[in-house]
């Protein structure tokens, strides 16, 4: 042995990993050993979306004459911009660009729909991110409501808005909800 005599040999000290070669660690092993783009679903941030509006007593009009299919307008401003949000008869418009219109389903319901190439357009604006949830959660016949937002971007359900866009069309049925037009038969 080549120890002294009368000291006990050294213990060989195990070497610790530094911040930096964690954090480069922890890179490798998710790019190696990951899951993939596709097989992650993003998880949705907890925001009150649509909140400003729901209580608002212009969303509420708005929502009477989209649900009356008459006229009404009023203007909302975002980051120093002024749109103006309407009703025309069976749509909603978010700066003169259809968001969501109404097709007959039966005398009573109507199918909501959301045009989603109008929306990918403004999905920038939080005016427009708010606005589009506000409706859907207006709406309680439609449950509760599937859109999302994060990263800057629209989600309905799990998937980006703009998924399936080229197979389904620009249209994306959202679902029924309960008119107040009055029918044709009682207006005599």
Wanted: proline share 6%; charged share 25%.
């Amino acid at each position: 042995m080549t120890a002294a005599p009368g000291k006990a040999p050294k213990k060989e000290k195990v070497k610790r990993q530094t911040p930096e070669e964690r954090a480069e660690a922890l890179r490798y092993n998710h790019m190696m050993y990951g899951p993939t783009a596709k097989e992650v679903r993003p998880v949705m941030k907890k925001a009150n979306l649509g909140g400003p509006y729901l209580s608002h007593p212009k969303f509420q009009s708005l929502m009477a004459a989209f649900k009356k299919g008459t006229n009404f307008t009023f203007d909302v401003t975002d980051k120093g911009k002024s749109y103006p949000i309407a009703t025309e008869g069976s749509q909603i418009l978010f700066d003169g660009k259809t968001i969501y219109y109404s097709r007959p389903l039966n005398r009573h319901e109507d199918n909501l729909l959301m045009d989603r190439i109008a929306t990918l357009q403004y999905q920038g604006v939080d005016a427009l991110v708010h606005l589009a949830a506000a409706v859907i959660r207006a709406l309680p016949e439609l449950g509760t409501s599937q859109l999302g937002f994060m990263n800057q971007q629209l989600y309905y359900g799990a998937d980006k808005l703009e998924a399936g866009m080229a197979e389904q069309g620009p249209n994306l049925l959202i679902g029924s909800y309960r008119h107040q037009r009055v029918p044709d038969a009682l207006r005599k």
